[in-house]
């Protein structure tokens, strides 16, 4: 028989279980034979594959024409070595496609590890005992407690129920929620309301079900076994790079085409001239800028998480830096989320809640107590932070006084307030809690010094005086109302329960902001970032703790939940340009609707959550944030990035970091870019000056695949400058590769070293008796030493350039010299590798060069101080504008 017709009782007896759940070793058993509860991947792209795929990009595609060419050349006119660079083409190809998979590989490595911290856990009875277990470990047998958020671990059919409904969207595409029960009933699994799959989600209530499927064995495994994985598009960064790196192949195949059309015209010999342009093409494109932009997004996502801030996917890094508008949530994000009752309005009056003792049948304290999810077990309280503050004062103020709870109607974003019924003694009540708004309306009468009156409008007015005081201080004011109910049985509606309450009093709760959070907001003001509180509390309290953390400094608009409904969108939109926005009494599911708005704008939003209702919003924002200790699975699933601490002035700290990732990558790009003049200069003064050829194409390699290597990768490690949160958001609009960035490298930091480099080599040509116009034969010792000094020279001026790229505003000295430590280690690897080139036997036979002289060093030395110096010139006048 399915499992869905069995009774409770027929259906642990079916899985040999209990309601004490399963003995640990019996659950250890059925783990070992039906394996862990997890989904495998269907199709995964193997790693031959994917290594594979590295060679055979655009670039990489572009490299073995290259080397083809240079093949075919030597094997057409041997004895010109151009089999060596076809050698070196394809070892530049070999080592772009290693590194690159390489560097793909541990940040998906990393990733996964990353994701670990924070694992899909659930809560299981096992022995009696609740406890949490990762969802991986759970077992047919196994009882698992259900609860608002939750994202259901595995299949399983339901024994107890509270109201609880369940989203089936995943498996059947159908949005509503459908309510769940315990009853038995035929038919088809899918179509019965006691059972809840795997990867569906609670959207209300709770209840407790028994697993009877895991992993594959699910309806959720089953249809992953049709389904193939879908490949995610391209990030804005990653089409970004994409753009920039052909931009710049399409740059060196015209300088190719020109030097090619310009060797012709002088009449040189084609495969000569061919060779020479093919050469010179392969030698300008930036082989090695896709590893180092993979690495800097790498460094920066484990910098985030170092500083709390678990970042999905790499390219979300880089897009933090992008944000110029955050909406978040008030508890536990700018607040500690640490409850604590500190007020209480009875009786006309406001009184300290920890000086507060009750009578047993203190209505009030009895709601605070019962109208109650929070648990207190183990010398500690359990539960939601609002919750656990109401039952301490409960416990403190009449002790641990018990009632049976018979039914409950939970929390709703909607309505504002959870109702239950008990019975206390030999009476039935109906205790009920929640926003003002919501219970006052349902109160016919109020509760005075013991005695129930008619609720009059003095009354009511003096309630809303006292809530309103109480709001004022900053404190989260709930409104607490009982009744006794008179019926035998539970209505066929139990929303029917909500009214003819008694109005009981109030309780304030006090969130303190988190001491972090002032700070950050000032950073935020600093950076051109809006901060846009959205919050279910009300308006009072909204604003009381906005000005305390300095939010809101002047009178702000104040926008609650019935206002917003009946706004459109232009209303809205005029709202929002606002300096100063707050969003009070407002569902979740609104939020969506303010994020859209501020796209429409062309804003970057950043959005947080945390429940159920959030994830639209998650998803649709920019960069969607999940609370990691109070989010639940799907506001983590739906969201970019997740806070380890829940705590607003992480996300300051990583769009710092995302802001920094793309300044790096600028500072790298120009770095690489600024070679490429001193690689092009020497060969157009070869062909249109008719000297000896200044460079050779291994020596351009040899800078582009060697000694450029790690001091580029050191510039992607600069850490945050205070400067970097000082600026306005990047717009939507603005390229990687700008005017501004582009005319640095090639007009001024390149001229600069292309000087330098024909200066030594003209300064050896001259001082060994070189006349011009004199030939000279390419294994010439005075001719060698003239391109090592050529090459030298770039080196010198790079180590110069590396200190003056290391931020394109600020000054080295304010950053801190030594500061990046990675920036001497890159120089240092850049010198031993120029040593090695220049005074071995073996490099001088592979890169075409000989042994210098020490003082050729010291001539070429000034020229990296004029380019340094040069460029924080430039710094000081564009600073002092």
Known sequence: ????????????????????????????????????????????????????????????????????????????????????????????????????????????????????????????????????????????????????????????????????????????????????????????????????????????????????????????????????????????????????????????????????????????????????????????????????????????????????????????????????????????????????????????????????????????????LFCNNARFADNEYLGDPTETALLRLGRESLGDLSAQRIFEIPFDSDRKRMTTVHRVGNAEYVFSKGAMESILPLCSRFLTNGVEQKMEEASRESALDAYSSLMDKGLRVLAFAYKKNLSDSLPADPFSLEKDFVFAGLIGLEDPPRPEVPEAIRKCHEAGIKVIVITGDGSRTAVAIAREIGLVKGDPIVIEGPEFLKMDDRELRKKLAAREILFARMAPKHKMRVVSILQEEGQWVAVTGDGVNDAPALKKADIGIAMGISGTDVAKEASDMILLDDNFATIVNAVEEGRTVYDNIRKFITYIFASNIPEAVPFLAYILLRIPLPLTIMQILAVDLGTDMLPALALGTEKPTPAVMKQPPRSRNERLLNFSVLSRAYLFLGPIEAAACMFGFFYVLYGGGWTWGTLLPLNNVLYLQATTACLTAIIIVQIGNVFACRSANESVLSLGFFSNRFIFIGIAFELCLQLFIVYSPFGNRIFATHPLPPATWFILLPFALLLFFGEETRKHLVLSR
């Open 1 to 368: 028989m399915k499992i869905n017709s069995l009774s409770k009782e027929e259906a642990l007896r079916a899985l040999v279980s209990s309601e004490n759940g399963l003995p640990e070793a019996e659950a250890a058993k059925r783990l070992s034979e039906s394996g862990f509860n997890e989904i495998r991947e269907v199709r995964r792209t193997s790693l031959a594959i994917r290594f594979f795929r590295q060679f055979t990009h655009f670039l990489a595609l572009l490299l073995w024409v290259g080397a083809g060419l240079a093949f075919l050349s030597d094997y057409l006119h041997p004895g010109e070595d151009m089999a060596t660079l076809g050698f070196a083409i394809i070892g530049v190809i070999m080592i772009n496609a290693v590194f690159t998979f390489i560097q793909e590989y541990r940040a998906e490595k990393a990733l996964e590890a990353l994701k670990k911290l924070l694992p899909f856990y659930v809560q299981i009875v096992r022995e009696g005992k609740e406890r949490k277990v990762p969802s991986r470990e759970v077992v047919p047998g196994d009882i698992i407690l259900l609860s608002e958020g939750d994202r259901i671990p595995a299949d399983a059919r339901l024994i107890e129920g509270a109201m609880l409904k369940v989203n089936n969207a995943s498996l059947t595409g159908e949005s509503e929620a459908s309510l769940r029960n315990s009853l038995p009933v035929q038919g088809e699994l899918l179509d019965s309301p006691n059972i809840v799959f795997a990867g569906t989600t609670v959207t209300s209530g709770s209840g407790k079900a028994l697993v009877f499927a895991t992993g594959m064995g699910t309806e959720f495994g089953r249809i992953a076994h049709l389904t193939s994985t879908v490949q995610p598009d391209l990030s804005p960064l990653q089409k970004e790079i994409v753009k920039a790196t052909r931009l710049v192949a399409t740059i060196a195949a015209l300088v190719g085409i020109f030097f090619f059309a310009l060797g012709f015209a002088i009449g040189r010999d084609f495969w000569n001239n061919f060779i020479f342009a093919i050469g010179i093409t392969v030698a300008l494109i930036p082989e090695g800028m896709l590893p180092t932009v993979t690495l800097s997004l790498a460094m920066a996502s484990q910098r985030m998480a170092k500083r709390k801030a678990l970042i999905k996917n790499l390219s979300s890094a880089e897009t933090l830096g992008c944000v110029s508008v955050i909406c978040t949530d008030k508890t536990g994000t700018l607040t500690q989320n640490r409850m604590t009752a500190e007020k209480i309005w009875k009786d006309g009056s406001i009184l300290d809640a920890k000086d507060f003792r009750a009578q047993a049948d203190d209505p009030l304290m009895q709601t605070a």
